[in-house]
């Protein structure tokens, strides 16, 4: 299934800097895909603290029981990941499929198996021969090496159609530490999580609990603002892993100024995975930003940007370069939250549209007519009843989305 | 836009019956559609009653405000329904419209204004030039008719490939009745409300409370079991009028015995109309039943069941006549219901496929592949934690629907 690269994808894959304590290794298993890599083995130094966030579809896959099952140990020695194949609603099978990995890579890690992650995505359903990966893992073992990150971030892919790395540096005290992440993802793609799988690794030292209250909170205003299609997969995870190597003091809990900027270079990386994963959203030729003001609540401003986000109504308009404006509203309309039908306004590339439960006199089709063309399209509503705000990423909905999703598993 | 009939159309409009006290006249307005008709008007004896639903979507037509305002006079005279736009979002002039339209019929009709019915259907945003309307009613009110139901049916169509009507018969005590209706509506089509506008009709003699009664309970299990695509109507509306003319022993109340028969023929008439507002998706291919049992409650099992039928990537591998059943068991995950992946089952066409947390060890794909290709899909789900049920119906998502969507204005 040969698909042609996102119109939206970034120029590059960014310089992928080697993290001190990660260790990539990937390979081809023949389970689903034959000329390509399709498993990434990750080594982790000991004394790396691991945090996680997962989806919140209630039929997960046997990966994300495993992973929330050990997550509370709070320490990670390695990675696995299989493209290809979801081990998802594949029973006892399944969770034998985990424990068997999770076994074969302690052994080689010299670890516990409660300290290996495992993540999958791919078909739903279908059994996954566990040996294909088990048996490839050794190789792996032995391929090791810390400058695989960009080969590993293509690994991962399954209808993806570019890599999504980012990178970011902070300082925390006196050490500069750094944030790399890849993330794959772009169809079943919806909060919570929005993003299938992420990945972000550290050479900071950061004690685990506070690294999961900086993920969850960073996931809220990132990968948790995208939606492709409004299906939550059963398998998204994001997982941080710090490694410690850089030395630097320990912060003292997740409220320690020493992470104020560690904060900030958090959120841009995983900002800018989280929008490169609606930039691939499935046949996407738009980037849509959705931004939502004077809601009753930031919960009700995020429930009515996703109302708009996930509209197909909205998202063909869209692909259709038209300014087919009433189509937002309705999507505020049935979003169910408070709004005010004759004072809320909205804007299109910053031009005034709709105002006082009318269009706006001023507003001229042709003034948003050559704006509809570009690449990137920028929704504003506001509700005009509160304070409440929130934004959502999303792409259009064209043809590439019904020939990738008619025909994926042929 | 000359769109290809549906596929699953039924093979012809039914022959409409003449219903006594109603007659219809339809012209062209040239609003927007050009070489059809697009203004409807029908006309009621004195002392048809009248009951309404109508979209839960907050951004609401003129028109839907209108209808609920006068709704609880309990009596009509008339119906005034115009396709091409929608009189959604257009302030004060819009609701001048409304009632100027309404002025205008009720004069033509010797009736007041608030016995006048209003439904407008078509892009949101624009304005009413409403003097196309007013202007052509004069004309239409010369040429009622009672025989005009089969054209009346064609001229409140927009998107729709094929005309909606749906005929049956039942008793009131000794009499005879007959209800007739029509329906239009193929996209922006969820519940609540599931079409865009039904209108229905019978010579019946029902008072307006047990009138409403009946329409409200019906539409549960009728109409606001369809979905084409999540997105909800800001006009969506059901009329049901009972002109009193068949003369029959007049009900007492909705609990009365003698609505039996009644109760029955109505929710067939609403049942056959649903389905066709399904099978007229846009750009529907087939047309998916989707029944959910053993759920919490029967709303819970609602929930799902709309999941299942509002996710484009269950409906995509439809399209593509492929049994990817994981998809199914991540709609029902995304639900947010209750669930049990180790106890729930699934069938496609009959054919058990998922049980207990896995894939059926009797299932082979070859045994649905047929299946997939034929024109009716049925998919069975049992949560296995309750005794809740629903339905839902819907269609695939096709090419059909992106094209019709990303270009409906040009």
New interface residues.
Partial sequence: MPLKKSPLAPAAFPSFPEIAGVRFACGNSGMRYKSRDDVMLAEFAPGTTVAGVFT?????GAPVDWDRKILSNGTARGLVVNAGI?N???????VRTVEETAAAAARLLSSTPEQIYIASTG?????VPTEKITGLLPRLAETLSADGGETAANCILTTDTFAKGAVGTARIGETEVTIAGFAKGS??I?PDMATMLAFLFTDAAIPANALQSLLSETNEKTFNCVTV??????SDSVLLFATGQADNDLPESYDDVVLHDFKRALKDVMTNLAQQVARDGEGASKFITVTVTGAESDASAKTIALAIA????VK??I??E?A????V???????????D??RMSLKIGGVLI?E????ASSYREEDVTPYMKGREIEIEVDVAVGSGSAFAWTCD???G??DI??????
Avoid: C, Q
């Avoid at 078909?123 to 059994?127: A, K, Y």
């Avoid at 087919?324 to 189509?327: D, E, L």
């Avoid at 999703?405 to 042929?410: E, G, K, L, Q, V």
């Fill in positions: 919140k579809n209630s039929m997960p979801a998802v609603f594949t029973g006892t099978a399944g078909v739903i359903g279908d059994p169809g079943m919806a299609d409004s299906d939550t997969s059963t996930n509209s197909p109504l063909t308009a692909a259709g038209d087919n404006w009433g189509r509203i309705m999507a505020v309309g049935k979003s169910g939250e408070k709004a039908r004759d709709a006082n439960g009318g269009r909905l064209t043809h989305y019904i999703n008619a025909d994926y598993r042929s």
